[in-house]
């Protein structure tokens, strides 16, 4: 057995909680650090890049979620050992991680006029852009999941991002808009949210 | 053998030079169609998520630069199987491209001056941040590779975008940063620009 100790912040989203989904869905022990916000300034220019989630392995660090979320995925067999499949579930979360980026830019905004402007043109251009693709390839690659016709971190990576959406705490953002641009993202979200193992997890104390 | 092609704009740099790269590395023939920029906009929206590189296999198309690096990487035997080595490999391919879009950022912007404050803030912070940390890993991992203790996907994505550093070709970024900073990151790319197979892609007619 590894070392695991996954770093991020102390929040149940973002980039750090699927790679903690998947560790827990595997039956994986794991040290899960979390750094309160007051701490991050201190600890920041530790961090490899500057950012967080990390995970050590045996003493040895990894950065950037998407890497975490593949090497994890490998321990817990939810990473697809089919090139062909192992793409579908890359594209997938890059694809997350590309748009998430355009909306995590504007999180910290302190000009109210600007971030209106900003999530405006997102939920009016990119984040639909984003749903109806991710909608048409889920249908594309079976219905149910994104990839390799089971779950896999794709579907917690895209879990994670449609909850963000849907939870009513992007200010200018619809939390119908995934309802209204991708239904079959909702029933997805539906089908991961009541996964035994991932109920179990947010039923932990 | 499988039917590949390979979508970008139609210069030798970017996001999608590596895939070429590995592609022509592996002695893997494809159909290298290059987008020349006044054909793009009437294309754009008909790409996955809007962007290139996409590479479609026997017709079936994926999109996201690194995902497609990964996927040519498992064909040309450029992409470590051991999983450790695969995370280090995946690790500074998702850093290059976290840094790489902060300055695509400011590729075409026409504010001047505000392009010469963002790029001046790239130069004095996140450029050297990420240079260091590529340059300790580099001596981490072995002191000639990224990963693998052999030329990867990595080692071309960090190749591509060092080169593009150095070109001179980003105002108000010094050419001599690489230098400056990361001296060793200048022998990784005239190692990887030395190699027979890349000398003799670049010196095809």
Avoid at 30 to 47: C, G, H, N, V, Y
Wanted: net charge negative; charged share 25%.
């Amino acid at each position: 057995m590894k070392n695991l100790k996954l770093t991020y912040f102390d929040f149940p989203g973002g980039r750090g909680e699927p790679a903690r989904l998947a560790l827990f869905l595997g039956g994986i022990d794991f040290e899960d650090q979390r750094i309160p916000s007051d701490q991050w300034p201190a600890l920041k220019t530790q961090m490899p890049f500057h950012a967080l989630p990390v995970l050590e392995v045996d003493g040895k660090t990894i950065s950037q979620c998407n890497t975490i979320n593949r090497y994890v995925g490998r321990l817990t067999d939810l990473y697809p050992t089919d090139p062909w499949q192992a793409a579908l579930c890359d594209e997938v979360m890059d694809a997350i991680e590309d748009i998430g980026q355009q909306i995590f830019s504007t999180l910290f905004m302190t000009d109210e006029d600007e971030k209106k402007r900003l999530r405006e043109a997102l939920e009016n251009g990119p984040i639909p852009v984003y749903l109806n693709r991710l909608q048409a390839y889920l249908s594309e690659h079976g219905g149910e999941y994104f990839a390799d016709n089971r779950l896999t971190v794709a579907d917690l990576k895209v879990y994670i991002w449609i909850r963000h959406l849907r939870s009513g705490n992007l200010d200018y953002i619809s939390p119908t808009l995934v309802e209204q641009c991708a239904p079959l993202l909702v029933k997805h979200f539906e089908r991961v949210n009541s996964h035994a193992r991932i109920i179990a997890y947010y039923q932990r104390p």
